[in-house]
């Protein structure tokens, strides 16, 4: 694949219910990153991973939120319990090493909580 | 925390002028800064970067100034071009981490034919 992609492009839920985002950085990406959008914000930092380690999932605004990253490649994004405010455009990025480098953005998911 | 700030949400300019958007930051220890561009439906691209040693980068139309005692840097294109109009994030971060990176809130550039 040329780029990161993301799935679903949209995802509309039902608050209560759980959803999985899911990221196909670029092959060859050690540097995986999950950020989201809310609608007059910027870009939010929520995880990074390096291969399949997250050193720091401080970013993740509740213990609702959880990721994994598997084989180094693919990562999901879950999130449990959906609430409104968790209604938003979610962006995964991936870069070749973790800093001075550009990060390639997927498409992302817009996800709404009813 | 609001660590980068981009107080305009909108510029609209004239085919062919200069837009000039800005971008403020608070942290000091910021070094290393990026601009990215964003289209609907599209994730953001990166357009240029900057580090802090130096005050000036140009890539082509596009040139970022950096005024480290200001915290202050901006993003000037000229000639400005219909294709241009999109969203523009300013980011920021320490030693060029990318999982400690900061994003303001966008600026929306209109460039009018």
């Known amino acids: 694949g040329a780029g990161v992609s993301q799935s679903p492009s949209n995802k509309v839920t039902e608050k209560g219910k759980d959803v999985e985002l899911r990221c196909d950085p670029i092959?060859?990406?050690?540097?995986l990153y999950w950020y989201r959008q809310s609608l007059g914000q910027g870009l939010e930092f929520l995880i990074y991973?390096?291969?399949?380690?997250?050193?720091?999932k401080s970013g993740l605004p509740s213990d609702r939120f959880s990721a994994e990253r598997t084989g180094g490649s693919v990562s999901t994004l879950t999130i449990q319990r959906t609430q409104q405010e968790d209604s938003a455009v979610y962006l995964c990025?991936?870069?070749?090493?973790?800093?001075?480098?550009?990060?390639?953005f997927g498409p992302g998911t817009r996800l709404t909580v009813l | 925390d609001q660590q980068v700030k981009q107080n305009s949400p909108s510029l609209s300019v004239q085919e062919g002028r200069i837009s000039i958007l800005n971008c403020d930051y608070t942290?000091?220890?910021?070094?290393?800064f990026l601009w990215y561009k964003k289209y609907p439906a599209e994730g953001p691209t990166f357009l240029i970067s900057?580090?802090?040693?130096?005050d000036k980068n140009e890539d082509g139309r596009f040139t970022v100034f950096l005024n480290k005692s200001a915290k202050h840097l901006s993003l000037h294109i000229v000639p400005s071009q219909p294709g241009d109009s999109a969203v523009y994030f300013c980011?920021?971060?320490?030693?060029?981490?990318?999982?400690?990176?900061?994003f303001g809130a966008g600026t929306r550039l209109t460039v009018k034919p």
């Open positions: 990025a991936s870069s070749l090493v973790p800093s001075y480098n550009e990060q390639f």
């Open positions: 092959s060859g990406h050690t540097a």
């Open positions: 991973f390096q291969g399949n380690s997250a050193p720091d």
């Open positions: 942290n000091s220890m910021f070094d290393y």
């Open positions: 900057i580090s802090s040693i130096k």
């Open positions: 980011a920021a971060s320490q030693s060029g981490n990318n999982n400690d990176m900061r």
